[in-house]
DNA sequence: AATGTTTCCGCAAACGTTTGCGGACAGAAG
DNA sequence: CTTCTGTCCGCAAACGTTTGCGGAAACATT
């Protein structure tokens, strides 16, 4: 159990004080370049590196950041994270993650850990059941600034950075007026979440005022299981037409090629397929599914620099909207 | 930007010393009850918490874990972290998450901080590059126990906790030779990695002894890319023929189904197709893909034995396997 | 009454940093 | 020779805990 190298022991085989250690490790300007050059060059060797607990309780700031997802089995988060990660390199901050399983207890605890430790900032992704938005604010109470991305509370002076539903729904829906496709079966996730509301207004308003000949039909799915067991009991009456399966999400998508796959018929030929994704599921198969992108690692450059603002003292409240864009695979 | 109470709030409000209150905190015999009540009650009313900070800086302990993996976006990681938290929550303990981006100099810098913020333990999934083991080694000198899963060094004497190749290899060669299936193309990872040597070896060896008319080819396939690649390639020489294509990783898998997609084929009737995985991929087929499972959760709870069982004070290194079990899909 | 034993509590040091303040010394200006 | 202006550095307090030690009071024992 050897001992880490700190300030005093530098000091001691330098004799000169622990004052002087600390300043010239940090250029303070009342250093002589002699002394500093001396004290860089032992702490080199020393390999010193200051304990951030000390330097913590003195200083009331510790450089890191948050991150706080319901999963980590995401693609779109694990993108985000990433350049959440990059950008923090360089400002010299670190980035914990914390995983809250979408439970909202979890959640708290986690605020309360960060809060104790007074992380620098928070980037959260809120539970689907997180009601109490109250103790998020209070975060600002204590100085620590919180940017919500991706689902985000109703509540509106937030900090918020989402993705562009309405835009990425729009791409969709222009794709397959493009592509002249005159039936299309729409199928959303649960009618009470907010994306879901978002992206199925645009896309129907979209096809019905630029496609008015387009026959829509749309239906809600749940979860992974209930959209291949949808999109399986509806393929029967659309095999012969023309037509396409919009799938709002991947785990929409993935349920929904399930069936597809197992009625044995495949896009582009006997049908289109397009979706809403975060750009990994489209590409397990073959062609790849044409996608408009919601993109995590562009949302996460956008977040960090409004933390930035935050910390640098913008109190101000923003929502930031990210704009999507479509990537063809050959899937319509 | 409030204050958090301390304890010397608490004392000062209630006229006792900082050291009573701290003392009556944690149920110290030298209290009396009454003092230990009052305390107690005005602590739970302001809402103290200890910091962390001081409390790490005076006792050099921080009852939290790291687990440190290479990438996010991996399903058998997901399911080995959720195990590790939980289990860590039943103890008082928090987990941090740090990604390596499967970058040695990430790794390394990640692993200093580790030793900074003398984190309780480490659980790690070491880079695919990583060579210097040296480092993972030191920990133990500062008293931090390193637990590797999953990827681990070739070093023996450490701790490791590892998903059972052989007998993941064995499982699926097994269920080939039931299927009574004459010739199998075997897709393999990278040459280097053990991880491929222990698979591939195994494989072969149980397909020459208890299936010896059965045909084997076996290629390497660095990435996804290169697997849809390869196995593009070779597919037309065996249709026609009764054969079944074998995926040593979901990496592999998503590659190779794209091929067989892509040409049109589809099993269990025009090939068998079986892999080694997390269980994620497979699920996205249809028929799903029968595979041999290595459980990350099954992993998490054996090393989360295993570090408490470090904590407590056992030094000595010990490699523990966790066997595999096949999940028949219907892909063969 | 003197001594021993408990019970309960406070003092003070320590963990490793940061930082305001003041002091010693040098050279410059009068 | 005094005074002044820098330049360079050290003292000491503070951040919030934990903990060994010692001490006061109360009570029990000779």
Redesign the interface.
Same mark, same amino acid.
């Given at each position: 159990?050897?001992h880490?190298p700190t300030l005093k022991k530098i000091a001691e085989r330098l004799s000169v004080s622990i004052s002087t250690v600390s300043r010239a490790l940090k250029n303070h300007p009342d250093i002589s370049p002699e002394t500093g050059r001396k004290v860089k060059e032992l702490a080199e060797l020393l390999e010193y590196?200051?304990?951030?607990?000390?330097v913590?309780?003195r200083t009331h700031s510790s450089k890191e950041f948050a991150v706080v997802v319901p999963?980590? %089995?995401n693609?779109f +988060?694990?993108s985000f994270?990433?350049s959440i990660?990059e950008e923090a390199r360089n400002y010299g901050y %670190?980035v914990?993650? +914390?995983?809250s399983?979408n439970d909202p207890k979890i959640e708290q605890e986690i605020l309360?850990?960060c809060?104790?430790?007074?992380v620098s900032g928070i980037f959260i992704a809120i539970t689907s059941e997180t009601n109490d938005i109250e103790s998020f604010l209070k975060m600002d109470?204590?100085?620590i600034p919180v940017i919500f991305f991706d689902k985000v509370p109703q509540y509106e002076s937030c900090n918020k950075i989402c993705v562009g539903d309405e835009h990425a729904a729009f791409l969709a829906a222009k794709e397959i007026i493009k592509k002249d496709i005159p039936n299309v079966l729409g199928i959303f996730g649960d009618r009470n979440m907010s994306i879901t509301k978002a992206r199925l207004e645009k896309f129907k308003a979209v096809l019905q005022q630029d496609g008015q000949s387009i026959n829509l039909k749309t239906v809600h799915a749940r979860s992974s299981a209930e959209a291949e067991q949808i999109t399986l009991s509806l393929l029967p009456e659309w095999i012969g037409k023309k037509f396409a399966v919009f799938c709002m999400s991947d785990e929409i998508l993935?349920g929904s090629?399930?069936?597809i796959?197992?009625k044995?018929l495949?896009a582009p030929v006997d049908l289109g397929v397009i979706a809403i994704s975060d750009g990994?599921?489209p590409?397990?198969?073959?062609?790849e599914i044409t996608y408009a992108e919601t993109s995590g690692s562009k949302l996460g450059t956008l977040a960090f620099k409004r933390m930035m603002r935050c910390i640098a003292g913008s109190s101000f409240a923003q929502t930031i909207i990210d704009e999507s864009k479509l990537v063809a695979g050959g899937s319509i």
């Open positions: 159990m050897r880490s590196d200051p304990n951030p607990y000390a913590n309780l999963s980590l %089995s693609f +988060y694990h994270i990433s990660e %670190s914990i993650i +914390y995983r399983s309360k850990s809060r104790h430790k007074r109470v204590h100085g993935a090629m399930k069936a796959q197992r044995g495949s990994m599921i590409l397990l198969f073959y062609p």
